[in-house]
């Protein structure tokens, strides 16, 4: 079963606006969080985006003049402190030169959200389509499906008390690293997907194990050790008809994308695929 991460999961065909830029308010630093790639406080000012280089702590803010046209608004704001010389949008600027700065662009009507390589005294470049619509259609071309479940394997027998050791094999659609390139109206995204965590739900009623990686593989010298990254262990014996636990294992992909060409531009978006298997579960037969 496939199912969208974000809210803004479904294709949004919204264009992005010339941008006519307006002071920030004099509002002051706000911090946003982790934005994209790296953690930044996102700091307003009156200043037009472009005019402020690419390292001199000052923020500003643009917001597209779209309220009269019908199209979305976007807003971008330049990151205080800028992101680090191996992000995306840094390349893109050292590629153009390095004289300008990374801004976030925010686009509430249409939910994208992203970073982008503004030059200096330019505004920002106006895409005639959206480009994280782009960066979608690039993961659909890539056919991500859910985890390749290796341990529990179907056909073992496990014991109640015992450490499972969970682990999944890792090909390009199942695990990643997969990239996939998509142009519309234009635009040309190419978008690098990875699983980041693996959700096991063992079926039992206990909470989900996450695993922030593939877990590692059992090997008999291990003997009865836990696994040190993606492991469970069950208390009691399923009572489904065929006797077995049905679970699932839920893996979260997060997809990196960048506009190539032009002035660029950069985002992050994520996407869920679950695989199902089950586990056969008994306790130990002792012999008086």
Request: glycine content about 14%.
């Amino acid at each position: 079963m496939l199912r969208r991460a974000t809210a803004a999961a479904a294709l949004l065909a919204g264009v992005l606006a010339p941008v006519a830029h307006t002071d920030g308010g004099g509002s002051g630093g706000v911090c946003h969080g982790t934005s994209m790639y790296v953690k930044v406080c996102a700091q307003a000012s009156t200043s037009v985006p472009g005019t402020g280089g690419s390292g001199d702590g000052k923020g500003s803010a643009g917001t597209s003049s779209a309220a009269s046209s019908g199209v979305p608004k976007c807003t971008y704001e330049k990151l205080t402190p800028q992101p680090p010389a191996e992000n995306l949008a840094m390349q893109d600027g050292k590629r153009q030169g390095g004289k300008g700065a990374v801004y976030r662009v925010w686009c509430p009507d249409t939910g994208r959200f992203g970073v982008v390589w503004i030059p200096d005294g330019t505004a920002p470049a106006t895409p005639t389509i959206d480009p994280e619509v782009v960066a979608r259609r690039a993961v659909d071309a890539m056919k991500l499906v859910g985890p390749k479940v290796a341990s529990p394997r179907a056909g073992g027998k496990y014991v109640i008390g015992m450490p499972m050791w969970m682990w999944v094999d890792q090909t390009p659609t199942t695990y990643g690293p997969e990239t996939a390139t998509a142009t519309a109206g234009g635009v040309t995204v190419t978008a690098t997907a990875k699983v980041s965590t693996i959700s096991w739900n063992m079926g039992d009623g206990t909470e989900p194990v996450v695993c922030n990686g593939p877990g590692t593989k059992y090997d008999t010298s291990f003997g009865q050790a836990m696994s040190p990254d993606c492991g469970h262990v069950y208390d009691t014996i399923s009572t489904t008809d065929d006797g077995r636990f049905h679970c699932t294992a839920t893996a979260t992909w997060t997809v990196d994308w960048r506009v190539m060409g032009g002035a660029g531009g950069t985002g992050q978006l994520t996407e869920v695929r679950e695989s199902t298997f089950t586990v056969n579960v008994r306790e130990v037969q002792v012999l008086n």
